[in-house]
């Protein structure tokens, strides 16, 4: 198994930055990629952004490209997820998650989810 824990979520002006970090621990190496998903109250869990470990491609929604960065440190096998200009429409719950694909998008293709990480952002 894998345990994903999140941290750095609060609360931002908009237009404000926040880097969220996702730490990993437990069987990483059966892991491809990494990938961030949000969930606003009463919608569904969307695709943010993902990084694969080798080579740290990256892949992202349209609504948050030239925003967000992905990034990762194989060391601590930690992924970050750093977000400038940000918008009210970005609130929501942050997750990670691992999947064994190369460029996964969809919630299904994910295997293990962190808890979770509050972004709120005020106008």
């Known amino acids: 198994q894998v345990q994903l824990v999140e941290s750095g979520g609060g609360l931002v002006q908009a237009e404000g930055s926040l880097r969220l970090s996702c730490a990993a621990s437990g069987r990483t190496f059966s892991t491809y990629a990494m990938g961030w998903f949000r969930q606003a109250p009463g919608k569904e869990r969307e695709f943010v952004g993902g990084i694969t470990w080798s080579s740290g491609s990256t892949w992202y929604a349209d609504s948050v490209k030239g925003r967000f960065t992905i990034s990762r440190d194989n060391a601590k096998a930690t992924v970050y997820l750093q977000m400038n200009s940000l918008k009210p429409e970005d609130t929501a719950v942050y997750y990670c998650?691992?999947?064994?694909?190369?460029?996964?998008?969809?919630?299904?293709?994910?295997?293990?989810w962190g808890q979770g990480t509050q972004v709120t952002v005020s106008s």
């Open positions: 998650a691992t999947s064994r694909l190369r460029a996964p998008t969809r919630r299904m293709e994910y295997d293990y």
